[in-house]
Structures are given as structure tokens and as C-alpha cells.
């Protein structure tokens, strides 16, 4: 099992390698934006493997509150984490992609713009977790996740029907894709939601080591106190 | 094409946001790793 | 076995009682109030036109800044006086605790709502274009589901360090569809613009949805303090 982490990592960084070149130089050109367009392989995947971190985390926050599993409450935390990275970047790479094509570096385009809430309720749960010092972080941490996940649907369609009253343009394409960029963008994908994988796992053994550190600190402290 | 400068703007900005976590868990790794040594050695 | 309403009800009233007896809390947020809507006036230099198009925002998060003044001190008492560890070894139902602070809160903040609006009025030489009495919906709808939240995650923040940040922090991002929805719904109302049904619809199932957790979640936020 040890071994595996590291195999699993140099084939990620290999399929990230053919991903990229698949998305500069194998993928046909778009018609109206150019190369620029390009961005769309690291923004929409970006995108897609946030949402399912996301995902997973509100299932294991629903899962800790009902068996207070402590393996369950460090899966939250590491896919919360990771979560809020692949968020950032789809935040960051939206208005670049944005200032060139439309000349705008924001608009209420209803993905950024639930990606923009999505971020901000998880850094508020990472803050909530730092600021916390009960050992009932991980129950206030689970509510906080589920009180997040109840919200999305309804961020979604305040946004879609705010931008049915005030049109804006879609960043990200709407409409049909050609199935070769579909191709390049499931690549890509993939490659990425491997590397979510890998950095999870780590996060997950680097949590696990904290833990074990903390309590053998604490449990240390307490001998000395004995003594 | 101009435009192309934005293109490589994010996708080098993508590959930073993930060094910059990668890194600083890394560190965290480090720091971690020197703490359990040191405890080791306070039980001898 | 003590029925919820009762309990609800008793400790409301003792707030309000409490609350009544020093009015130092309420006054210095009712002035804090008076100073935001003076200050919205400095910054956003209104004329008849534009001030109808931005008022609805501008009112709400005047009320929401001034509702977070009101809901950092929601559990201070209780915590002064570990009155929280005496309801958590009682039979009561916690959810009454909560909806009494809820409630109480509710009264609090929609009494400075009270004395902010007018001045927003005049300030702002505001007339409602549209149907004027949808305007009632959309501030009971918009303050409980400030409030709800609010209260629910004062208890939440409060054994974390930085406490009073931790709440607007953790409320924020959680209201944007609440506050969207107030914002364009009172646009509308004032600009006469259209139709807030939408808006109102959404705030209600807002309310519906965030009451519902905070009454099912709060025995567990209680036991975790």
C-alpha cells in the first residue's frame, strides 16, 4: 500500500503531461476565440473536480454525524482542502479567460458565479476548523458542510433566474462541443481528477501523521505532569 | 495572437495554486517528521 | 413533559424583560443603526433616478451589518452565567432555547429595521413605483432568514477564538441567496419593475429549508459546546 502512492503519482504527472499537449497542440482551434479558447481544458475540469470533492465531503460530513468516525471527519477535512485549490483555479483562470474574449474580467455567468459561493462557504468551514479549539470541531465542522449543501441549490437559482432578468454573457460555452475537443477535455479531466486523488491521499496521511503527533505530544505532557 | 499570453497566464497560474499547496504541505510533512523524531528521543 | 411552546415562550420573555430593564445593549444599536444609514448617505450621493435603482441594496446590507451588531450578543448572557450547560443537563428541548433566541432576536433587529427604513426614505427621497405592500413579506421573509441563520451560528462561533468575526464570517457567504433574493425583490417593488414573486417565493423557501436544519441541527450544536 505504501508503494502504491508513489507509482499512482508519477502516472498522474505522465497523464498530465499527454493531457497538456493533447490540449495545446491536438485539440482543433475554436472558431471565434482562438488559442485563447485552450483554457477551457484546465478551467471546466477544474471546475468538475471541485464540485465532486465538495461532494464527497458533504458525504462524509453526514457520515461523521452519524457513526463519529474520526476517519470520516479527516476525509472531510482533506477533500474540503483540496476542494477549495481546484476552486481557486477555476476562479482564476475564469476572468483570464474572460478579459480577452469578452473584455470583461467578471460577469455573473452562472458557473463562476456558483463556484465564487461554493469557494466562500468552504473557506468559511477551513476558517471555522482553524478557529475552532473544541474537540466538537468535526460535529460543528459536519453541520457547517451540510448547512453549505443545502444552500447550492438554492444559490443556482437565484443566480439563473438574476441572469434571466439581467442577461450576461456565458462564459465556458453554451451549446453543443465538437466531440474531438470533448475528447481532449474528458483527458484532461481525468488526468486532473487523478491528481485530486493524489494530493488527497497525501493530505490524508500528512493529517493522520498530525493526529498521531498530537496525541502522542499531548499524552507525552500529561506523563511529564505525573511525574 | 495577444491573446495567446492569457492563455499561458492561466495555466501557469493553475500549476503555481497547486505548487504553492503541494509545497506548503510538503513543509508541513518536514516540520511533522522532526517533531516525531523529537519525540522519540524524549522517551529514551 | 413541558411542552416546546411553553418553554419558547417563557424564555423569550425573559429576554425581552432583561433586555427591557438596561437598555444600554438596544440604544447603542439603534444608534449604530442611525449612523450606518448616515454614513450609506455620504457615500452613495443620491439623486431620484439612480437611488431607486441601488436603495434595495443599499437598505439591506445597512440592515444586515446592523443585525450582525445584534446577533454577537445573542448567547452572551447565557454564557456569562453557564446557562447553556444547565439546559444541557435538562429535559427541555433545545430546540426551544434556540427558537426563543430566534424569535428574540427577530423582535431586535426588526426594530431597528424600523427606525432605518424611514430614514432610508428620506434620505433617499424613496417612493415605491410598484405594489408597496409586498415590501412587508419581503422584510419578514429577508430579516428571519437573517436571523435564523445568525442565531444558529452565534452558537456555533461561540467556542471559537476571534468570536464576533467568526459569525458574519460564517453567516455571509451561507445568506447570499437570501440577500440576493431581498435586494432584487425590493429593487423591483421600488422601481416598479416587474414582478417580485419570484424573489419572495425563493426567500420563503429560504426560510422553510434553514428553519428546518437549525431546529433539526441545534441539539447537536448544543451538545458541542
Given at each position: 500500500m505504501k508503494r502504491t502512492l508513489p507509482i499512482l503519482a508519477v502516472f498522474t504527472a505522465l497523464l498530465l503531461a499527454y493531457a497538456f499537449y493533447e490540449a495545446i497542440w491536438v485539440a482543433p482551434m475554436e472558431r471565434?476565440?482562438?488559442?485563447?479558447?485552450?483554457?477551457f481544458y484546465y478551467h471546466v475540469p477544474s471546475a468538475w473536480t471541485a464540485f465532486l470533492l465538495f461532494t464527497v465531503n458533504l458525504v462524509a460530513s453526514v457520515v461523521y454525524l452519524i457513526q463519529r468516525s474520526p476517519k470520516a471527519d479527516a476525509i472531510a477535512l482533506v477533500s474540503a482542502e483540496v476542494g477549495v485549490v481546484f476552486c481557486t483555479i477555476v476562479l482564476v483562470t475564469g476572468p483570464i479567460w474572460a478579459r480577452p474574449v469578452?473584455?470583461?474580467?467578471?460577469?455573473?455567468?452562472l458557473r463562476l458565479t456558483l463556484t465564487l459561493v461554493l469557494w466562500l462557504i468552504y473557506v468559511s468551514y477551513l476558517v471555522l476548523r482553524r478557529f475552532s479549539d473544541s474537540s466538537q470541531t468535526p460535529k460543528l465542522a459536519a453541520v457547517l458542510a451540510i448547512f453549505g449543501a443545502l444552500d447550492v441549490p438554492l444559490v443556482y437559482f437565484s443566480i439563473w433566474f438574476f441572469r434571466t432578468q439581467h442577461p450576461q454573457p456565458v462564459i465556458g460555452g453554451g451549446g453543443s462541443i465538437d466531440p474531438r475537443m470533448l475528447h481532449v477535455l474528458l483527458i484532461n479531466w481525468l488526468a486532473f481528477s487523478c491528481f485530486a486523488v493524489v494530493v488527497c491521499w497525501w493530505r490524508y496521511r500528512l493529517e493522520m501523521l498530525q493526529r498521531a503527533v498530537d496525541e502522542a505530544e499531548s499524552l507525552e505532557s500529561l506523563m511529564g505532569v505525573q511525574q | 495572437m495577444n491573446a495567446v499570453k492569457y492563455l499561458w497566464a492561466a495555466y501557469i497560474a493553475t500549476w503555481l495554486i497547486h505548487g504553492i499547496y503541494l509545497g506548503s504541505l510538503a513543509r508541513r510533512y518536514g516540520r511533522l517528521r522532526q517533531r516525531m523524531k523529537d519525540l522519540g528521543k524524549k522517551e529514551k | 413533559m413541558i411542552s416546546l411552546r411553553s418553554i419558547t415562550v417563557a424564555t423569550l420573555t425573559k429576554d425581552i424583560r432583561l433586555e427591557w430593564r438596561s437598555r444600554d445593549a438596544i440604544n447603542s444599536m439603534l444608534f449604530f443603526s442611525l449612523l450606518v444609514v448616515v454614513i450609506f448617505s455620504f457615500s452613495f450621493d443620491p439623486n431620484a433616478e439612480e437611488s431607486r435603482e441601488i436603495a434595495g441594496g443599499l437598505i439591506w446590507v445597512a440592515f444586515l451589518f446592523a443585525a450582525v451588531v445584534a446577533l454577537n450578543q445573542t448567547w452572551a448572557r447565557e454564557l456569562r452565567n453557564q446557562v447553556l450547560d444547565a439546559y444541557r443537563v435538562s429535559?427541555?428541548?433545545a430546540n426551544a432555547l434556540f427558537l426563543a433566541k430566534a424569535l428574540g432576536n427577530f423582535i431586535l433587529v426588526s426594530l431597528l429595521e424600523a427606525v432605518m427604513a424611514p430614514l432610508f426614505m428620506i434620505f433617499y427621497n424613496l417612493r415605491a413605483?410598484?405594489?408597496?405592500?409586498q415590501l412587508i413579506p419581503v422584510a419578514i421573509l429577508g430579516t428571519w432568514a437573517l436571523v435564523v441563520n445568525g442565531t444558529f451560528f452565534a452558537a456555533m462561533s461561540?467556542?471559537?477564538?476571534s468570536r464576533e468575526i467568526m459569525l458574519p464570517l460564517l453567516l455571509f457567504p451561507i445568506s447570499i441567496p437570501a440577500v440576493q433574493s431581498m435586494v432584487e425583490a425590493t429593487r423591483i417593488i421600488l422601481a416598479g419593475d416587474g414582478s417580485a414573486r419570484f424573489w419572495i417565493v425563493l426567500l420563503l423557501t429560504y426560510d422553510v429549508v434553514f428553519t428546518t436544519s437549525c431546529l433539526a441541527l441545534f441539539e447537536t450544536i448544543l451538545q458541542a459546546e
Open positions: 471565434t476565440m482562438g488559442d485563447v479558447q485552450r483554457i469578452w473584455g470583461i474580467w467578471w460577469t455573473w455567468d | - | 429535559p427541555a428541548p413605483l410598484g405594489p408597496a405592500w461561540l467556542r471559537t477564538r
